[in-house]
Every structure is written in C-alpha cells, then in structure tokens.
C-alpha cells in the first residue's frame, strides 16, 4: 500500500461521510435559527447578516467532507481540513456572540412607568428570543465539536504523514553506560 493510499484509508476510517451528514444538518438549523432571528428581530443590528455565516460555513463544510468521502483525493483531503478549520474559527466567534446576547437577553428587567401588559409582553418575547438563542447556541456547539473533530482528523492525516515511523523510541536503563576516553 503506497503512502497517500495509506493516508485516505487513515481519513476514511472516521467515517467523514457521517461527519459531513450531520455538519449539513446542523448548518441549515443554523441558517433557519438566522432567518427567525432577523425576522422576529431577536437580534441586535445585524447589517452583515452574521447569524447566517455558521449555517453557511458549516454547510459547506460538510459538502466537502462528503465529497472527500465519496472521491478521495489529498488535494479534497486538504480543502476539508482547511474549510473544517475556517468553519471551526468562525462559529467560535459566533457562539461567543450567541452566549454574549444571551446573557445580556437575561438582565433584562421591567421598569415602574410601564405599563403591565407591555412588560408582560416584552418578557414573553423576551423568553421567546432567549429559548431560541439557547437552541442556536446549542447547535452551533455541536457544529464547533464536529468542525474540531474532522480538522483533527485531517490534521492527523495530511501533517503528520508517516507519523508512526518517525516517533523515536527511547528505552530508559537502570544502568549506566561509561564514555570510552579517547
């Protein structure tokens, strides 16, 4: 078996497939969670349509991993390691985005001069918006720990070729040897 036939046995054996499946999924919940967000506004100013890039990324991501599963290549290898890696790095920032809004969704509190039904109604949207961001947080997770596990993956297949040969071994004694003075 040559070297590269090695290396996509080694990416196949994770099952990339079910990876890139389960990637696509979670990527259109993102992009559903995205579309309520903006339409129920519980967002704050999104003018770049950020609630939208996870669901993207992580769409794409699971396409490649797909397509590395179905015709493996190391030129597919390395874009899946390389959009898994992008993937992961962009809903970081996301999810720290979705955990900041929740947080700051929670302090939030009514004031004496409204009138009741208008803070009875802001809480219930309020929850609403709150059990959402909750959920697309959660998701958003999940896609962050499925990007993390294929890059490594990857990582495992396409940088560290040949791994197990080049690791020195290194046999410790309880004797000691003696230089010969020369």
Same mark, same amino acid.
């Given at each position: 078996?040559s070297?590269?036939?090695s290396l996509?046995?080694? @990416?196949? &054996?994770?099952q990339?497939r079910?990876? %890139?499946?389960?990637?696509?999924?979670?990527?259109?919940?993102?992009?559903? /969670?995205?579309t309520? /967000?903006?339409i129920?506004?519980?967002?704050?100013?999104?003018s770049v349509?950020?609630?939208f890039?996870? %669901?993207?990324?992580?769409?794409?991501?699971?396409i490649?991993?797909?397509?590395a599963? &179905?015709?493996? +290549?190391?030129?597919?290898m390395?874009?899946?390691l390389?959009?898994?890696i992008i993937?992961?790095?962009?809903?970081?920032?996301?999810?720290?985005? *979705?955990? &900041?809004?929740?947080?700051?969704?929670?302090? @939030?509190a009514c004031?004496?001069?409204?009138?009741?039904?208008?803070? &009875?109604?802001h809480?219930?949207?309020?929850?609403y918006? $709150? %059990?959402?961001?909750g959920?697309?947080l /959660? $998701?958003a $997770?999940? %896609?962050?720990?499925? $990007?993390v596990s294929?890059?490594?993956f990857?990582?495992?297949?396409?940088? *560290?070729?040949? +791994?197990e040969?080049?690791? !020195?071994?290194?046999?410790?004694?309880?004797?000691?040897?003696?230089?010969? !003075?020369?």
């Open positions: 078996m070297e590269l036939e996509l046995h080694s @990416f196949l &054996r994770v990339p079910v990876f %890139g499946a389960v990637l696509m999924v979670v990527g259109l919940l993102q992009v559903a /969670f995205g309520l /967000f903006v129920d506004n519980c967002a704050y100013m999104d349509g950020i609630h890039f996870p %669901g993207i990324l992580l769409s794409l991501a699971g490649i991993a797909i397509a599963d &179905r015709a493996p +290549s190391m030129a597919l390395k874009a899946c390389v959009i898994q993937a992961a790095a962009v809903v970081m920032v996301i999810n720290f985005l *979705y955990l &900041r809004d929740l947080l700051s969704y929670l302090s @939030f004031d004496l001069q409204d009138q009741l039904q208008n803070c &009875r109604v809480d219930q949207i309020l929850i918006c $709150t %059990g959402m961001r959920i697309a /959660f $998701t $997770t999940l %896609g962050l720990c499925l $990007t294929l890059a490594v990857g990582c495992k297949a396409v940088c *560290y070729q040949n +791994s040969d080049d690791v !020195p071994i290194v046999a410790l004694s309880s004797h000691e040897v003696k230089a010969d !003075p020369e």
